[in-house]
């Protein structure tokens, strides 16, 4: 299966910018990741205020929490930490 498009909201753009030079790689690798392969069985979900379904999910040391669009073949990164 083709990868899923891939989406960075403001959140996760904002914290991406604020990270050390050195950090930006590897937060990118791990969206990637994400994008890659959206589903993962036992990832911890719930529904947003929007309604839609958002997951959290830990890749290369960051917990990431996205949203699939399955119409559109897309995954929006919608924040990230460190994990």
Do not use: C
């Not at 929490?65 to 559109?72: K, L, M, V, Y």
């Amino acid at each position: 299966m083709s990868p899923f498009d891939l989406f960075v909201g403001n959140e996760a753009s904002r914290k991406l910018i604020e990270l050390p030079a050195d950090d930006q790689p590897h937060a990118l690798a791990a969206f990637q990741t994400v994008a890659e392969h959206p589903f993962t069985t036992g990832l911890p979900r719930w529904v947003g205020p929007d309604g839609r379904t958002r997951y959290l999910r830990a890749v290369r040391g960051w917990l990431i929490t996205f949203r699939i669009d399955h119409a559109e073949r897309s995954v929006r990164i919608l924040d990230l930490d460190r994990s």
